[in-house]
């Protein structure tokens, strides 16, 4: 039997993409998981009988799986059915004000002026220029780019870019910048919680993170299936495309031989040949020697701070009282407290802010009977400490329910139609974390460019990964994939990498 030529450690979104995209050039890959599945962090649990998505629960950015899908010869919409939400996302206080923000940008100003006035809705109309300015100025010169630099960065953006990142104080917080676009807290606020989609906080992330706002205007869809399908139909096109799935088989270290990449040890004792290896793990783990001493040197030595953990749970209920749609935020007036517990006192917050997806809603009439949900609170990621007692994690359940009910929202809940899920839950599943879902905190200007990039120092160990540029989420850890693949083709001998991208069509990049 040949052995494998590439083997791609961890069936996460990135390496699903990186062993597609490699396979469809081509290539032999293995793709080894711990788990019975695909997914990784975009994962399902079965909460009474029914499956209920218990990880990313967002799709954007919808361009990058366009170019993915097309990369290999077929349309996102040909192996997955998905629908834009025409609401983005409902937002409700604890005061018992209550905005929605819609696709439709009109309609989004006119809600804001219902809610606090025209000239706080000419604000909003601003920040989403600014937002879009933001956005378009990183994409090429940041976001897209292999491995970005602060000077080859700069020199990317020329006049123009350097400019727009003047124009909002790149080295304020984001809630700094927020100060001057807004003058209702609500809405500061609001916009302020994007920091957490890369796990930070809002006072001490870059103002450029008010690019996220960009991302969701420009459209948010939701998946039929949940998001746990676009998992499953990546690694459908891996296994047509020729990738050998292992799961059930956790890698215990990765061989060097001459200070080069030879292999992948498995927990039982097996060595898999290779050549190239995508580690599609958290960077944590090779920092902690967990993979093997003499991978240590592929990471940057000093650790980050680590990212925000979260408590979730997973549950079917009865819905009463306040209408949700699919996403769905409830804040209370005191929005730094949550932060502070979190990042300076490393504890659960006594204040949280909760986040609902009603994942059986958003394109269709309200479900009658109990519904799919999940809720989800900020949490530190202290999952490796005995920080987090019983009696802590049960009044942050408390805290979190009842302001829920203070916004009018009751859920009835059946026997066993819950599992909570905790960041020592989370470190169990990714060791070396702590619990962290987003690899480093993103505090300060320079913390994008501290992440490593996918070609490590280690000649054949390429890495991806929401630790690794351009960082978390679904669609960056795709764009990692796509980065990490295209590492592996240019390490290979020219005359091979010709002969392969003439055989497959290559990957296409637009």
């Known amino acids: 039997m040949t052995e494998p030529r590439v083997v791609v450690v961890g069936a996460g979104i990135a390496g699903l993409v990186s062993a597609l995209q490699l396979a469809h050039q081509g290539l032999p890959v293995t793709l080894v998981e711990a788990a019975g599945g695909p997914g990784g962090k975009v994962r399902q649990l079965v909460v009474g009988g029914v499956p209920v998505d218990s990880g990313p629960t967002v799709f954007t950015m919808r361009w990058v799986f366009d170019q993915i899908f097309e990369s290999v010869g077929t349309q996102l919409e040909t192996e997955l059915r998905i629908a834009p939400l025409a609401v983005l996302a409902r937002h409700v206080w604890d005061d018992g004000s209550q905005l929605d923000l819609f696709a439709d940008r009109q309609q ?37 780019s292999p491995s970005p630099t602060m000077g080859q960065m700069m020199s990317g ?16 917080s984001l809630w700094d910048s927020l100060g001057q676009h807004f003058k209702d807290q609500r809405l500061r606020q609001l916009f302020a919680r994007y920091a957490t989609y890369c796990g930070s906080s809002p006072w001490q992330a870059p103002a450029t ?14 998946v039929q299936g949940g998001m746990h399908a676009l998992a499953q139909c990546l690694a459908r096109l891996a296994a047509r495309a020729g990738v050998v799935f292992r799961y059930n088989t956790p890698c215990e270290g990765i061989a060097l031989s ?7 040890r498995l927990a039982q004792g097996e060595v898999l040949a290779a050549e190239r290896v995508v580690f599609n793990g958290d960077i944590a783990a ?3 020697g967990l993979l093997g001493q003499s991978l240590i040197p592929a990471v940057p030595r000093k650790a980050a701070p680590r990212s925000l ?6 549950m079917r209920a009865h819905v009463r009282g306040l209408a949700l749609d699919r996403h769905n935020v409830f804040f209370r007036a005191d929005y730094a407290s949550e932060f502070d517990d979190i990042f300076k006192h490393g504890r659960l917050p006594r204040q949280p802010t909760v986040y609902v997806c009603a994942q059986d809603r958003g394109t269709g009439p309200s479900p009658d009977g109990p519904e799919r949900l999940l809720c989800l609170v900020n949490a530190p990621a202290a999952g490796d400490r005995d920080t987090l007692s019983e009696q802590a994690l049960a009044q942050c359940e408390e805290a979190s329910f009842s302001l829920l009910r203070r916004c009018g929202l009751t859920l009835q809940m059946e026997s066993d139609s819950c599992l909570r899920t905790t960041p020592s839950d989370f470190h169990r599943l990714f ?32 890495l991806a990964g929401g630790s690794v540029h351009p960082g978390p989420g679904v669609p960056m850890a795709a764009m990692s994939g796509q980065l990490a693949a295209a590492a592996v083709m240019a390490s290979l001998p020219s005359t091979s990498r010709s002969r392969r991208m003439a055989t497959s069509g290559g990957t296409s990049t637009r």
Not at 258 to 264: A, D
Not at 436 to 452: D, E, I, K, V
């Open 108 to 144: 989004s100003i006119d809600a804001i002026a219902q809610l606090a006035g025209s000239a706080e809705a000419q604000r909003f109309n601003h920040f989403c220029d600014t937002a879009r300015k933001v956005y378009d100025t990183l994409e090429g010169p940041f976001i897209r």
């Open 157 to 172: 953006l020329g006049p123009r870019g350097l400019g727009v990142l003047a124009s909002i104080g790149p080295l304020r």
């Open 209 to 222: 993170l008010m690019l996220i706002a960009q991302v969701e205007m420009a459209g948010v869809w939701s």
């Open 258 to 264: 001459h200070g080069r990449v030879s292999g992948v």
């Open 286 to 288: 090779l920092r902690a």
């Open 309 to 314: 953990s979260a408590v979730t749970w997973s």
């Open 431 to 462: 060791p070396a974390t702590g619990g962290a879902l987003y690899g480093q905190a993103t505090h300060g200007w320079m913390a994008a460019f501290s992440r490593p990039n996918a070609q490590s120092p280690i000649p054949g160990l390429v």
